[in-house]
């Protein structure tokens, strides 16, 4: 992943609510965002959530908002990023806001 412009992802932390967020274009990010070594899952219409890719084997918490859109058991921390026709990092569009935010999403305590 090489530097670009910052873009607009979706961040779906477990224990929070979903939330959008406009972060720097790196790898360390990323990581940061899912708290270590990233997994890319495509969840078509150039859609992707990217996920611990060591979530399973370090027993993290699962994550109900995020496995629901990606139709599988996630756990710990998640973020969905728009993929460019070239594979590059985009800005979620607000057609892809829309849709993100109208899915179920976890119970969060008040």
């Given at each position: ?48 959530i990217w996920i611990n890719e060591d ?10 908002a995020a496995s629901e859109l990606a ?40």
């Amino acid at each position: 992943m090489s530097p670009g412009k910052p873009v607009r992802v979706m961040s779906f932390r477990v224990g929070h609510a979903p939330v959008v967020l406009v972060v720097p274009n790196t790898l360390d990010t990323f990581q940061t965002l899912v708290a270590g070594y990233i997994e890319n899952l495509n969840l078509g219409g150039g859609l992707s959530i990217w996920i611990n890719e060591d979530g399973l084997r370090l027993r993290l918490p699962p994550n109900p908002a995020a496995s629901e859109l990606a139709r599988r058991p996630i756990v710990g921390d998640a973020c969905v990023v728009r993929n460019g026709a070239r594979g590059e990092l985009c800005d979620l569009t607000d057609a892809d806001l829309a849709l993100l935010w109208s899915r179920p999403r976890e119970q969060v305590p008040a």
